[in-house]
């Protein structure tokens, strides 16, 4: 079982390219989360799914789409990078939609 | 709705010493309850969680939470910290049955001196 993994680990973008973060999960969770972390600012979330073919907006969805084609995957896109956009991206699934298990993180940064 | 308050940014504490972090919610009914660990550069992983039943909860790396009703309350403990400890916790709370959206503390930033 690898769990929650997310791909890239890394990038860095210029301001106004485009981008696509992939979340993979294998325990067949239902529930799916994208969160922004930023340093005094705690988690936000910014898009989840409970279910395939579901989405709808969390915290922060402004400048982010998301799509869960399959249910096992779930992709947050960034049609126009800003540097407002720099930060620690997290995605987690779940079974019930309480307890959380979270992937490793990408790390973006926007010039 | 649900909140959460981690009153603590930082806690600096000794190796060996003991640790309470501090968790206040706000929710109608028993609420579901977590807490996360973050290590640096890493993702969040579940320490330990309360559903019902017995209000003392043991988790994992030694840790223990206890839920006050009356105090609205989810403080976790360890009686001796180890320096691998230092990392990010994260208290969160849940609804039963309700919106699958967990919502999460701002965190407290846990030191440990040697």
């Known amino acids: 079982n690898a769990g929650v993994t997310q791909t890239p680990k890394f990038r860095v973008l210029k301001t106004g390219q485009s981008m696509t973060l992939l979340c993979a999960q294998d325990?067949?969770?239902?529930?799916m989360y994208w969160y922004r972390q930023d340093p005094g600012m705690g988690l936000r979330l910014i898009h989840y799914?409970?279910?395939?073919?579901?989405?709808a907006k969390g915290e922060v969805p402004d400048g982010y789409n998301v799509s869960r084609l399959k249910k096992q995957n779930f992709l947050l896109g960034l049609e126009s990078a800003a540097p407002s956009q720099t930060s620690v991206y997290f995605c987690?699934?779940?079974?019930?939609?309480?307890?959380?298990?979270f992937g490793p993180g990408t790390r973006l940064t926007v010039l | 709705a649900q909140s959460v308050t981690q009153p603590d940014i930082h806690i600096t504490v000794s190796e060996g010493a003991s640790l309470e972090l501090r968790c206040n919610y706000s929710?109608?009914?028993?609420?579901?309850l977590f807490w996360y660990v973050q290590s640096p550069g890493q993702g969040l992983q579940l320490l330990l969680k309360?559903?019902?039943?017995?209000?003392l909860v043991q988790g994992i790396k030694g840790f223990e939470a206890e839920f006050k009703r009356s105090q609205s309350s989810f403080n976790l403990r360890k009686p001796s910290v180890h320096w691998s400890d230092a990392a990010e916790y994260f208290c969160?709370?849940?609804?039963?049955?309700?919106?699958?959206?967990?919502?999460f503390g701002r965190g407290t930033s846990l030191i440990v001196h040697p």
């Open positions: 325990m067949n969770h239902e529930y």
């Open positions: 309360y559903f019902s039943g017995d209000t």
């Open positions: 969160a709370v849940g609804a039963p049955g309700g919106s699958y959206i967990p919502t």
């Open positions: 799914s409970v279910g395939e073919g579901t989405t």
């Open positions: 929710y109608g009914a028993t609420p579901y």
């Open positions: 987690a699934s779940s079974p019930s939609g309480n307890e959380q298990f």
